[in-house]
């Protein structure tokens, strides 16, 4: 009972929930198209099935974030945008919600009172638009160690991102994501937590 | 997010949880023979994702009662029993623990230091060892709402039931269980609520 | 094994398959957005889980007839209809694929080769478009056996049909469908069929 | 679509289905307790959503192979191995049925004339009774290549098998498995490939 929240508190890390879409054959990276009231349900059997085993360790969720395609559709559709604000805020009201920086999804945790953590990938290249390439576009992956920590400090110091057609954008983040699936992913968030240290930026677990 | 809560007090009704295997096409009366360790998580997963729901209406978990093969496993398995128990335990200890007087899951229920309340059955015939006929038996099932209250009453009253093959024996239970899929579980139900009333037992609902 | 094989002689019927999404919550009325490929596979495997079972009892396929979300969406989007035509081609060319008149999926159908049979709705109100009002909309549903006979014989009569708002429009259609599901299905097939015979049409079995 | 067949062509390999439990989190390595009929159903959906894919191809199906915990209870749980049985026999009579020697998967076949390969583990270490240790047992993996071909060529050249506790046991055996999962599989498969052709065994596929 103790492993986990001595993990936690040893290695300054915070538990949130990755809630997505029921579809085991496609990872959840396919649109379950269902009305607002299921996706809010959907949502809020999942926080409770997994805080249930989260607070049975001691420990407790401090962050909610959509996986897959609800976290795309979410960036943009305000419905479903609001389907996953109002399942947080009925679980737990002071859980922080985790979003695309202007996306709907952050207009709807502002809307509901929720805190809010916005995101930037520096293991992904972006569009224009301020939102990623999907993950099967070339040049979508970042893979090099050396590009992600520049795209990280780029992140923090300058609140811009160079898109994959080179344009530079505007991009206020409070949180970094790094894909844990990438085969490298220990080797990036290493560098990437050793550059922002060097550069004189504290770096803390969410919430 | 007031009408449960105002249901559950108007009617003097608790709301439990009713966790079983994961076994849709079978709705839960198939083994799925699992480590205790599975079997426990399984459990906690349910539990929390129920509870999730529970606690966003402003009611609370009252009861545990296994469901349909975990049930009737956990009635003799004492591995089965203790996992679930153990289950309850991890979730929240101060629920109560459904299970058939004398059964393993009763005995594991005391082993955790959990609340226990001894279920007998109105609407099901008994066999000699005070376990239920499997409901394909001839005579399983009891349908007339007089003789369930005959069962009833003798339970409450005599603490004894009279078995299929006529034996009377021993049975001494804390709670009444009436199957709400037959077709008259509701004329079953009101008829023993209302000779248990005639009767002068107090009824009421369970924590 | 023979009792099949008897019942479809004896009674003149046709079996075929009724491939959906893989949506269970959802009873395969939610669209679960997937690449074509994957379309493709889904209802292939369906098409032979089910005939493995209509083999055993030594009858046959005739007919596919997509269900719910997937049948709507294929009567407009080409890739989707094209999936479910390339599928049914690939397991067996002399099968009859089912559609909405003047949709993608006739029109994929004719494209791979494929015997079509236009549907026509007879407990259901239509949209100017030949499409269907929404199941939930009010109106959707046609329960009176009366008004569902003076669908089909204006269908197959007249081979139009009157919408919802009460415009006339063309509809031609090969077969008729009944929805089982619905609570007097039977007594609307069967006076559907009786007045059809009495108008002296032919009704037949698809293939 | 000439794919497949020109694979199979090629390399001189048989295609053959591997129907387990539907059970995805244990990956059929639990039993889910359920009735002989519903048990052959649920095999004759898998052969023949599998079947579709290989005729799809211009393949054909030639062999059947129970999966996980279904393999194992069928090598002496007369019920299940009947039911997998006539599944089979139901399916396609001219299937070949893959099982332990002396199992009553093995006389399930015979009995229902089916073709029957008895299989023998060149990876897995054996019991007395000549069925194999739980694969969670010290010592129940063969890793070395070495030892693999030493298993093989004693069970194709004398039929016999030493088991973990040092005895000698018989065992008839038409087919060789090795478990595909292991992480050099690929590597013992050739090195049983080339020790068994320099011994002068013809290797053929199955069927």
């Given at each position: ?34 009305g607002d ?72 945790a502002h ?22 390439m999907p ?73």
């Amino acid at each position: 009972m103790q492993r986990t929240v001595a993990f936690a508190k040893a290695h300054g890390v915070a538990i949130g929930a990755h809630p997505g879409y029921h579809d085991r054959e496609g990872f959840g990276r396919r649109i379950v198209r269902m009305g607002d009231a299921e996706l809010e349900n959907m949502i809020l059997y999942q926080l409770g099935a997994l805080a249930a085993f989260v607070h049975s360790q001691g420990a407790t969720l401090k962050h909610v974030k959509p996986h897959g395609a609800l976290y795309t559709l979410a960036a943009h559709d305000v419905p479903t945008a609001k389907a996953i604000a109002r399942a947080v805020t009925r679980f737990d009201s002071h859980l922080t919600l985790v979003g695309l920086p202007q996306s709907a999804l952050v207009n709807a945790a502002h809307e509901f009172g929720l805190r809010v953590a916005r995101e930037g990938f520096i293991d992904r290249a972006y569009k224009k638009d301020g939102t990623l390439m999907p993950r099967t576009a070339s040049g979508a992956l970042i893979a090099s160690p050396a590009r992600a920590v520049q795209v990280a400090i780029q992140l923090v110091r300058e609140q811009t991102v160079r898109t994959l057609d080179g344009s530079l954008i505007p991009l206020e983040v409070d949180t970094l994501c790094i894909h844990s699936d990438a085969p490298n992913a220990v080797e990036i968030a290493k560098a990437v937590h050793e550059a922002l240290r060097a550069e004189g930026v504290l770096v803390r677990a969410m919430g």
